[in-house]
């Protein structure tokens, strides 16, 4: 049986005060989930840390020295929401080389995911929401500017809108931002994807089901895109602190079953992070971000 390849790295789950708002616990606890299913029985594969230079290809040189640093403004380090400690860098540095190792495994196998990533708040020169380095928007940078893809889709299905993705890849007009998201969710001020699709509060599975339906397909076939990369965020779950639409579990899981066909069926290769979520319940959290991994396994048997 052929599995479905997944990065992963202790250095994911970073030390935080004591009762921090962030669930920074669920990524120790998926991977834990991952392997419980069986998902990873052949491990996973470990990225190093990502260097100065890889993350400037997306972010101001200034601001990533201030982040290796540990010394970026405080005014930055409050719009991150995480203190920009020594383990908070490490786990930035490590997600963003997960994300790119991931997305050349993808090209490799098909199908890949990472069980961190999806840092879609990052821009340019700061960083915003929880998130330090836009890894998705360095991977795809990394592997446009090495010539292992000319087109590549970001399909951002987290339930905020992803502006960071939007200002580092502002000037690729080859890299393609696709963001479908509640409209009245954080970023009040949204730099605008080149396509944005804005939820009404509390949609459910199946109108939510119909806006993608609508979309994707026709992305795909317009741009034929060398790698997707999917942020499966499953902060669009009716249960979500953050969130304002009302998906089921099923939903979600219907949801990355036709991201996954979508693309597969087009033999394009995909890769998954897994963007947000927010619960106090680790268990629930970590078990719902498990389901894309589910979803790609299941496909993956069928390749
Ligand atoms: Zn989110």
Redesign the pocket.
Known sequence: MKQVPIVSHPAYEAVLPDGHRFPMRKYGRLAEVVAEKGLASNGFARPGEASSELIALAHDRAYVDQVFACSVPHEIERRIGLPVSESVVRRARTSAAGTLLVARLALQHGLAGSTAGGS?HGQRETGA?FCVFNDVAIAAKALRAEGAIQHALIVDL???QGDGTADCLRDEPDLFTFSMHAEK??PVRKIPSDLDIGLPDSMEDDAYLEALRAHLPRLLDAIKPDLVFFNA?V?PHRDDK??RLCLSDEGLRQRDDYVIEQARSRQIPLVAVI????SADIEALARRHAIVFEAMAAWGEKE
């Open positions: 879609h929401g987290d339930v905020h969710n954080y965020g902060d953050l969130g963007g947000g979520g927010y």
